[in-house]
Nanobody, 119 residues
């Protein structure tokens, strides 16, 4: 059973930073972060795999995705947070997604960690 467990969410003021972590039980070529706010569709934030990264335009320059393949940990460093970054953040895994940030390309998901940014 593949397990992905996120942590690191919380409440911060605008301009602050958070670092999300995702511990996973199996290696997958592509690991990604998604987020979802109430009433909105799940959107891709960032993906990493095979030496490549891709970011959503809304987070480029503020968020950084990284992973430690020896320790099976995925991170998302989030700086200069904005109220519109408020969402439940999920990590996801795939062997076939490539740099695609479409949720349906990912077969394995964590339970999510809440990020709340106040103005």
């Amino acid at each position: 059973l593949v397990q992905l467990v996120e942590s690191g969410g919380g409440s911060v003021q605008a301009g602050g930073s958070l670092r999300l972590s995702c511990v996973y039980s199996e290696f997958y070529y592509y690991m990604a972060w998604f987020r979802q706010s109430p009433g909105k569709e799940r959107e891709g934030v960032a993906v990493i795999g095979l030496g490549e990264e891709r970011y959503a335009d809304s987070v480029t320059g503020r968020f950084t995705i990284s992973r430690d393949e020896d320790k099976d940990i995925l991170w998302l460093q989030m700086n200069n947070l904005k109220p519109e970054d408020t969402a439940m953040y999920y990590c996801a895994a795939s062997d076939t997604s490539g740099r695609d940030l479409t949720p349906s390309k990912y077969a394995h998901w964590g339970q999510g960690t809440q990020v709340t940014v106040s103005s």
